[in-house]
């Protein structure tokens, strides 16, 4: 049984690290903690953050075309 979730795990985070959404994702939480040490002020912050987030938007919507 242990095995079995072994490799549903490592199938899951092998997903995860091939997710275009995951990593734009995770480019947006970095630029979100490191805004200060980047020098942005919130208006550039929230611009980057829209963009992620049309980025996520554009890619989800690929993502469900692709699959037909």
Do not use: C, H, R
């Amino acid at each position: 049984m242990s095995n079995l979730f072994s490799w549903f795990q490592g199938l899951f985070v092998k997903q995860m690290l091939n997710s275009k959404k995951f990593w734009y994702a995770l480019i947006g939480v970095l630029t979100t903690l490191l805004s200060d040490t980047l020098g942005l002020n919130p208006e550039e912050v929230n611009n980057i953050l829209m963009s992620i987030a049309a980025l996520i938007l554009g890619q989800g919507f690929a993502d469900m075309n692709k699959k037909k």
